[in-house]
């Protein structure tokens, strides 16, 4: 006898008691991940690869094994059943538990790697980064840091819950296909390739190949670019994939598919944010003052990295004798490139900025410009009062580290899964920039289908109310959309469509669309 519930309700039942399947991966789970909290405690575990590969096959297979429990009888469609009852959710206990846990690990790992057993100094690593130098020997054949403890734990997690996103959205073959893009990213750009990179080369620093500034932001420090350049030719291609990646890459491949060819499909952050964080979606704030406090700080963040980056790299240029560019060169570039930018987006676009929006526009432009001014009016290596790397090193630790590493991941389970990509990461913004102002993306809503359910804004891990631009029948072209497709997948009618097309009338907010109270041919045949 079919097994398969053929309950047609839209909010599904009430959640059900775990079923065997799922208890076993939760055990499975829980003795991978105490075997890593013993080697933390420096547990002396002999034979520390056979440990580990046990501790991340416990991890990856108990996921595994929970979510085909949990999806095996189930006909292909959504299913979120119940996630407004359940505590890890719903911000209940084990949410904060969670929560509290993830920020915490970080915390430790980010800032006081030494009590994880980083050894120092030349000592030998011990505890968890220990136990990680087996699997580091192997691949670059250096022992472990805690970043590639890091790395090694974001890879699993974006592919053990990248297998749990395809089966749950199974019937959705765009969110199979971006899912195995994220899970290739992570996996071959952003942890393979940099790690056999440093096995071949242990001069070259660490490169993501995807990573982009401002994402990246430490591309343009000294360090940075003077180890890439003693590298050679390949040193010398790696900057300038880094610098194409900002001019080129990135502005052709936005403008045909808007953010989400890098929000959705290659980011690091996004793909975890998508697999590891797919339970916490409904959670994203949807309020207007979440809107205004997003645009504020995410636009803010930019401005921080813009300027910071033009003193750091200002710091180093001297008279133009070691590198191509002079300082006086480099600042007036780059204050004729905003100026330019900004020029052309006041002339042509402008009608398409909402009141607060040209103010900040103004303001930020006015900032940028004031503050290049008075550093070139410097003769000492100052960003206002500030010393340029002091400046800079602030920003990678508040943006770098506290918000995309610690809030950003650990509170997940709290402010939801994408709280990083909406209000800080600075590539967020610039992408957003460009997909609401030169980008053929846009979601198109077929208005008279609505049923006004909601679910489309409910599981919008972005906070925007998809269903009021279905209801009116008008494209969605916003900033902060990443492209997910979720809003259409969870969508009952069919009525949420990911296009890319024409420029032209792409942005139709003022057209109504409500059933009957438009003649819908009439409205055709007039466009
Ligand atoms: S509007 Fe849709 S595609 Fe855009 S972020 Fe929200 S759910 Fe994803
Ligand atoms: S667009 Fe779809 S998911 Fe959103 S309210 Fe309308 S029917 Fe519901």
Not at 107 to 114: K, M, Q, R
Not at 286 to 314: N, Q
Not at 505 to 515: E, F, H, M, W
Request: glycine share 12%; net charge positive; with cysteine.
């Amino acid at each position: 006898m079919s097994r398969v519930d053929k309950s047609m309700s839209l909010a599904g039942g009430p959640p059900v008691a775990m079923k065997t399947g799922q208890k076993i991966g939760t055990l499975l789970g829980l003795f991978g991940l105490g075997i890593l909290t013993l080697a933390t405690f420096n547990v002396s575990l002999p034979n520390q690869g056979l440990w580990l590969s046990l501790a991340l096959l416990s991890i990856g297979v108990g996921i595994l094994v929970y979510s085909k429990s949990l999806y095996k009888d189930t006909l292909p469609g959504i299913k979120n059943h119940g996630v407004w009852l359940k505590s890890i959710s719903n911000r209940g206990f084990w949410a904060w538990v969670a929560g509290i846990s993830l920020t915490g690990f970080y915390i430790v790992l980010y800032f006081f790697a030494e009590l994880l057993g980083q050894g120092s100094g030349g000592a030998e690593n011990t505890g968890l980064i220990g136990l990680f130098d087996p699997l580091s020997y192997a691949l670059k054949g250096q022992p472990a840091s805690q970043w590639f403890v890091y790395g090694t734990l974001y890879t699993l997690a974006i592919l053990a819950f990248g297998i749990k996103f395809i089966w749950k959205y199974r019937h959705n073959t765009y969110e199979k296909i971006r899912t195995g893009s994220v899970m290739f990213f992570q996996t071959v750009f952003a942890f393979l390739i940099p790690e056999i990179m440093a096995r071949l080369n242990g001069d070259l620093p660490y490169y993501d190949l995807k990573n982009v500034w401002p994402l990246n932001y430490y591309l343009f420090d000294q360090w940075n670019v003077d180890a890439l350049l003693i590298n050679g030719s390949f040193g010398l291609t790696l900057l300038i994939w880094g610098i194409a990646s900002i001019l080129v890459i990135t502005p052709i491949l936005t403008y045909r598919y808007g953010k989400r060819w890098y929000c959705s499909w290659v980011c690091g952050c996004g793909g975890l944010a998508e697999t590891a964080g797919d339970s916490f979606r409904q959670l994203s704030d949807k309020s207007r003052m979440a809107w205004r406090v997003e645009r504020w700080v995410v636009h803010s963040v930019l401005v921080f990295a813009v300027v910071t980056t033009t003193g750091v790299i200002h710091s180093y240029l001297g008279d133009g004798s070691k590198y191509w560019f002079s300082q006086s060169t480099f600042l007036i570039s780059v204050g004729v490139v905003l100026t330019l930018i900004f020029g052309l987006i006041w002339k042509y676009k402008r009608h398409e900025l909402k009141k607060d929006a040209r103010y900040g526009a103004i303001g930020y432009l006015v900032i940028i410009l004031a503050l290049i001014g008075l550093h070139f009016s410097s003769t000492t290596n100052t960003l206002l009062l500030f010393q340029t790397h002091e400046v800079r090193s602030t920003y990678g630790f508040l943006i770098g580290s506290v918000f995309s590493g610690v809030i950003g991941t650990g509170f997940y389970p709290i402010f939801g899964n994408r709280v990083w990509c909406r209000m800080g990461c600075p590539m967020a913004a610039i992408l957003g920039l460009q997909q609401r102002l030169f980008s053929k993306f846009r979601i198109t809503t077929n208005g008279g289908q609505c049923i006004s359910c909601g679910n489309c804004s409910t599981y919008c891990e972005m906070g925007i109310d998809v269903r009021a631009y279905a209801q009116k029948g008008a494209n969605i072209v916003r900033a902060s959309c990443v492209g997910c497709g979720i809003c259409s997948a969870v969508c009952p009618r069919g009525v949420l469509k990911l296009e890319n097309a024409d420029t032209k009338g792409r942005i139709n907010s003022k057209d109504v669309l409500l059933g009957n109270d438009v003649d819908l041919m009439a409205l055709v045949n007039q466009k």
